[in-house]
């Protein structure tokens, strides 16, 4: 069993930025895929970016050249660094560990965007 705590979220303007943090802890494999997922209200939840033990990366169209995954293995970290945000960004923002078939979620940080 994983478990994930997010935290980095809060209010920023449009154009700001802002720095997720997830970190796992429990019995943690080493090869895995770490991600964000964000649910908007009234939304499904949708992939943001996913990063796999070995730094590949994959993005939303909706955020490429805009965000940034990445991790850290050695503390069991993963980040997203969001710049240029914008007003259809704001949702909870929640991460993601996945083995195979098998993955675990956070509780959520939210990211709201506003003037």
């Known amino acids: 069993q994983v478990q994930l705590v997010e935290s980095g979220g809060g209010l920023v303007q449009p154009g700001g930025s802002l720095r997720l943090s997830c970190a796992a802890s429990?019995?943690?494999?080493?090869?895995?895929?770490m991600g964000w997922y964000r649910q908007a209200p009234g939304k499904q939840r949708d992939l943001v970016a996913t990063?796999?033990?070995?730094?590949?990366?994959n993005y939303a169209d909706s955020v490429k050249g805009r965000f940034t995954i990445s991790r850290d293995n050695a503390k069991n970290m993963v980040y997203l660094q969001m710049n240029s945000l914008r007003p259809e960004d704001t949702a909870v923002y929640y991460c993601?560990?996945?083995?195979?078939?098998?993955?675990?979620w956070g509780q959520g940080t939210q990211v709201t965007v506003s003037s």
């Open positions: 993601n560990y996945r083995v195979g078939p098998v993955g675990s």
């Open positions: 429990g019995t943690v494999f080493p090869f895995n895929v």
């Open positions: 990063i796999t033990s070995g730094d590949n990366t």
